[in-house]
């Protein structure tokens, strides 16, 4: 699957059980009317400082003058990866409400991750928001320099997500499928996020290369996967301000979380020990 919008549809059926997916404005869609899927771990996180999702520019641009700061982006092409109301679309949307503009305001061009390296080398767009290791590779190839950094702090932009048929009809596979999970999150944390079988499954399932994982920044990932209630709530607000969710009304969380597996992986697990 390729975007959150392809894989949701299967999740409610429960011809997918379980799925690692990019919070979208398809994903509130979904919840709104009534599908069958919940939030029930959280994935990647963006830290307080130093986050690795970023707004690059190309260097050319910054170096002119032409572009100093996010406002300057106004009738811009911009690469996300993703269309209007996915994961990526979040970001530049809020770096662009914070100075005054909308997501309208810019002409933003839906490539690939890998394309979008190769978009700034040869200037087909302006700017990406991008993160390791395809910032890592832009910022090393020289193409791109920093644009905004920590947009969105906090914020829980990637998600587990469980079928409500695979909750209800095999509840002790979800159980241990979490705990899976949770022990995978703990085995990632601090220094061993760069352990050599770590890298050999980094390596095997993205499209990158040793020396681009070492030097770039960690992802930051719960260790006990918690659930993030206030990011999913600003989320939603700024996909309803945008216009790219088909209702105006506010979600109830029941209608989107469950916390039960997660809560039940850390009990088994106990408390975390860095």
């Not at 771990?41 to 999702?53: C, D, E, K, R």
Request: glycine residues 8%; neutral net charge; aromatic residues 8%.
């Amino acid at each position: 699957m390729t975007t959150a919008a392809d894989a949701l549809p299967l999740l409610a059926t429960g011809q997918y059980e379980v799925g690692g997916v990019g919070i979208a404005a398809a994903t509130f869609n979904g919840f709104n009317n009534g599908l069958d899927f919940r939030i029930v771990a959280s994935a990647a996180i963006q830290p307080l400082q130093n986050g690795p999702t970023a707004l690059l520019v190309r260097k050319d641009l910054k170096d002119s003058g032409k572009i100093k700061t996010v406002a300057d982006l106004k009738g811009r092409k911009v690469g996300i990866a993703g269309a209007a109301g996915s994961t990526g679309a979040y970001f530049v949307a809020k770096a662009l409400r914070d100075v005054g503009l909308t997501f309208k305001d810019v002409t933003a061009v839906n490539l690939p991750n890998p394309d979008l390296v190769l978009g700034m080398k040869q200037a087909s767009i302006d700017a990406a928001l991008v993160a390791p290791p395809y910032a890592d590779q832009i910022l090393k190839d020289g193409t791109g320099v920093l644009l905004a950094q920590d947009i969105a702090p906090s914020a829980m932009t990637t998600v587990w997500m469980y079928s409500v048929k695979f909750m209800q009809e095999r509840p002790e596979v979800a159980k241990r499928f979490m705990l899976a999970l949770v022990k995978s999150a703990r085995a990632m944390q601090g220094d061993k996020y760069l352990d050599p079988d770590n890298i050999k499954a980094y390596l095997k399932y993205t499209p990158s290369v040793e020396d681009t994982i070492k030097s770039g920044t960690p992802p930051f990932i719960d260790p006990d996967l918690k659930i993030y209630f206030e990011s999913i709530k600003n989320l939603e607000d700024v996909f309803r301000s945008e216009g790219w969710t088909d209702y105006t009304n506010v979600i109830p969380s029941d209608k989107m979380v469950d916390t039960s597996f997660v809560d039940n992986a850390v009990k088994v697990l106990g408390v975390f020990k860095p």
